[in-house]
């Protein structure tokens, strides 16, 4: 099966070059040595906007070339796979403008987008030294001005590109009391501001991404215009959360692309290492972690994919999806890397021993991303605020159906993002839950007449009636607001797990036909990937027997011929052979 954005980022793997050439500019060697020195990644920045890669992050309407969250999601997947710390310091542009994307008005985006477009880095101003992600407690004051505008006063930390950044979108306190209304977005240009009127804070040491400019910025009454606030006055808190729905489902890829690299990385080490006379990657226990990470891999990127497509075609019920997202890809992706560990022993914590020491890295890279952009906490309390809805759809079946069936459906045309339909809650539930009953029944139908489906089928009818229980388990916290029990965060970890499984099999329902040919083929066939995504989740779930060894064992021998042929261990074909071409922008 062919498909757009697979190919978008195909073409990026080719132009970058040979990631294991060390005269390759983006290359694992200069990633590196790079992070030994904790140095910014400057160089591979110019190279990506060279091939045009920013340009995705400036919505087509504002002059860029951002039509499809699902190339962004690719595109992101690809430079992360290479070097975290790259993905992160570059992709922050894309979460530093999305507030004016979401709430700005047209002369704000356009010269916002121009900017992007030059090259301009912008940065996101939404945590401060005592409040994290407390976003009501913030204390960075807009001070109204007599002749309008705002004199900025305080401090935000812990902000990616803070210093780098040119730009920055603030969220500032505009009214006294703050609240729900007391605050805005102030879009705010240092290079309109006096010198004296902000200072930069020192880059924090960190354990992962050491080369990020993770630092800050002290404001001390710089006067920003009144054309500067993005939305309404009073409305920065909501136009946030909006905005953190798209940031967060975009986060995906920084998660996928640790998740593709730790998992090549490990596989290579077990092909090479040898043990009792015999291949790593022969031994049982070695095949079982092998087998049950690639699998976990597979279901994070049928997630992602649901996930980033829902983005247009779903909508009102990103709140949904974007926190079920951002929830489970960063956990997954430790969980396989803490997997894979176990493979790689002590080679996994050194440098200069295997592989450069690229495996470190990664692992340590990774931690962060669970972090940002809402931690696990945060994302899981979203989805408890939203469980009476949730539950209530559930029930009477509703949910936005149309626009799960067209996530799912990768044959399917996006339609350009309205901001305006985004959320605080998904007010009809879930469409993807929703869909579920209507998966099963077609996986039904395809099984009568494909016995090797009948396992999978299997697995879906389990997971409908674990959906049902956790939906039932939400009833006694739907009022829960303040004080929140473990256990309804327990109900919400349960509920991310139904979502994926609904999202994997709606994925396979509508897409098997088509993907049964290709370079992927064999992962299709048969339901093979959709059998063993769907028995993790299962097991995950607590469901008694739903280990499926075959399937795991049939799809470890998938991912390792994809590996030796040259691609990339996905649910789609993508080719990682680099061959000699001439270079030309994405």
Known sequence: MDHTPYRLAEQLERELGDPEDPATPFSYANCLALDEREEFPADICRRLESLGVHEYYVPAQHGGRLTDYEQVLQ?????????????????????????????GSAEQAAALGADILAGVPVSLGLTEREHGSDLLAGEVRGESRENGGYLVSGEKWLINNATRGTLLSVLARTGTDGGPRGFSVLLVDKRQLPPESYRHLDKVPTHGIRGADISGIAFSEAAVPADAVVGAPGTGLETVIKALQLTRTMCSALSLGAADHALVLALDFTEQRELYGRRLAELPIARRRLATAATDVLTGEALALVAARAVQTATAE?????????????????AVIVELTQLLGSRAFLGNVYARGMFQKVDRDNRIVGLFDGNTLVNLNSLIGQFRSLARGYRRGTGDTAGAAAAFDLGVPLAPLDPAKLALVARHGSGVLASLPDSVAALRLAAADSPPLKSALTAAEQLLAAADRVHDAMEPYQNAVTDIPPEAFEVAKRYALCFAGAACLGLWVHNHEAAEQGGTAGLWQDGLWLRAALSRILVRLGVPGAEAPEAYEELLEQARALRAEGALISLLPLSLVRPEVEETSC
């Open 318 to 334: 990103l709140s949904v999806s974007a926190a079920v997202t951002k929830y489970l890809l960063p956990t997954s992706t430790e």
């Open 75 to 103: 595109l992101m997947r690809a430079v992360a796979r290479r070097d975290l710390t790259v993905a992160i310091g570059h992709g922050k542009t894309y979460l530093g403008g999305v507030c004016v994307w979401v709430a």
